[in-house]
């Protein structure tokens, strides 16, 4: 079973320095069918303006991934953590019993633009945490990088929820397939580019949630992705 999100569906917020596209409901953006797919919360599609960002700010109870696409973002918080993240690093900040924190485009030239992706938690009230890594670009073309995992595997992020993270950057030399085990669904985000799916062609900005089925992705122009392989909610613990 397949349900595609198309790009140009989604929810938007302009607040001027911030454009924001929404596949989930968020802030003032409410769409009772699109509420989140399994444990996954929030996918925000942001654009930040040079030298802007959001000032410090709390979260609790939410695992929150953040992959960069083109500039940076400078990321502190109430742990003490201090860093600049760059274009294809990824983020995990474990929110827990609750951490504050701040995002700034520090570039004056260039707008910063990235994927935020919130998981609703395993656990509730877990000791905040915070992690950062960037994987050459060979690691991730024409395969599936596993970036975030539950266990660290193959020195990934670790996030407290049973998903796997892999990201892909697809040249159209050759054709990736993905098996969904029993029990697990997939979300895809294309960030860049265009490219099949199980037949379904998807562009820039487009979802799609898989269920029962595996994936086979083709006929890749210039694709970015993200796959979210994920226990289906009404079976996890």
């Given at each position: 079973m397949r349900t595609i999100r198309k790009a140009e569906d989604r929810g938007t917020a302009d607040l001027g320095w911030l454009q924001s596209r929404h596949s989930f409901s968020f802030g003032d953006y409410h769409d009772p069918d699109h509420m989140g797919f399994e444990t996954l919360r929030v996918i925000n599609d942001d654009d930040i303006a040079p030298?802007?960002?959001?000032?410090?700010?709390?979260?609790?109870?939410?695992?929150?991934?953040?992959?960069?696409?083109?500039?940076?973002?400078?990321?502190?918080?109430?742990?003490?953590?201090?860093?600049v993240i760059k274009a294809g690093e990824f983020q995990r900040m474990s929110a827990g019993s609750g951490i504050k924190h701040s995002e700034f485009n520090p570039l004056d030239d260039q707008t910063t633009r990235l994927l935020q992706i919130w998981f609703l938690p395993e656990k509730q009230h877990i000791k905040p945490s915070y992690e950062q890594k960037a994987f050459a670009p060979d690691e991730k073309t024409d395969t599936l990088k596993l970036a975030v995992s539950p266990d660290g595997t193959n020195g990934s992020l670790r996030i407290h929820q049973?998903?796997?993270i892999y990201v892909s950057?697809?040249?159209?030399?050759?054709?990736?397939?993905?098996?969904?085990?029993?029990?697990?669904?997939?979300?895809?985000?294309?960030?860049?580019?265009?490219?099949t799916v199980n037949g379904d062609p998807l562009k820039e900005g487009d979802g799609i949630a898989i269920c029962d089925e595996n994936i086979i992705l083709s006929n890749?122009?210039?694709?970015?992705?993200?796959?979210?392989?994920m226990k289906q909610k009404d079976k996890a613990a």
């Open positions: 030298t802007k960002g959001f000032g410090m700010h709390p979260h609790r109870n939410m695992e929150i991934v953040s992959y960069i696409l083109e500039g940076a973002l400078e990321h502190r918080d109430s742990l003490g953590n201090g860093s049973d998903i796997n950057v697809l040249t159209g030399e050759k054709d990736l397939t993905h098996t969904l085990q029993n029990g697990r669904s997939a979300w895809i985000q294309v960030a860049r580019g265009t490219l890749a122009d210039h694709a970015e992705i993200l796959l979210f392989d």
